[in-house]
C-alpha cells in the first residue's frame, strides 16, 4: 500500500501546485491521475467526483478528454481484484 500512498500524495500534491498557478488543463490531468488512485482504493464515490471535475475542466476549455472523463465518472465501478494466497 506505500506506493499507492505515495502516489495519491503526489498526485494531490500536483493538483494543488496546477490550482496555485490557474491551470486548469493540468488540474483536470492531475484529478483523472486522483481518480485512478481513488479507484484503486476502492473509493469509487470520490473517483468519480475527480472525473467530473477533470470532466468539467476540460469542457471549459473545449478539451475532447471531457467526454472521456464523462465516461470514466459514469461507469460501473469496477471489482477490485481480490488477492489470494498461493496454493501449495
Do not use: C, N
Not at 30 to 59: I, K, M, N, P, V
Amino acid at each position: 500500500m506505500g506506493d499507492l500512498d505515495a502516489a495519491f500524495a503526489g498526485h494531490r500534491r500536483a493538483l494543488r501546485i496546477f490550482e496555485a498557478v490557474d491551470d486548469p488543463y493540468s488540474q483536470a490531468e492531475a484529478l483523472d491521475y486522483l481518480a485512478a488512485a481513488h479507484l484503486e482504493r476502492g473509493d469509487t464515490e470520490q473517483a468519480r467526483a475527480s472525473w467530473t471535475r477533470a470532466a468539467e475542466l476540460f469542457s471549459a476549455l473545449r478539451i475532447a478528454r471531457a467526454a472521456e472523463m464523462r465516461s470514466k465518472a459514469a461507469a460501473p465501478p469496477l471489482p477490485r481484484p481480490e488477492t489470494h494466497p498461493a496454493a501449495g
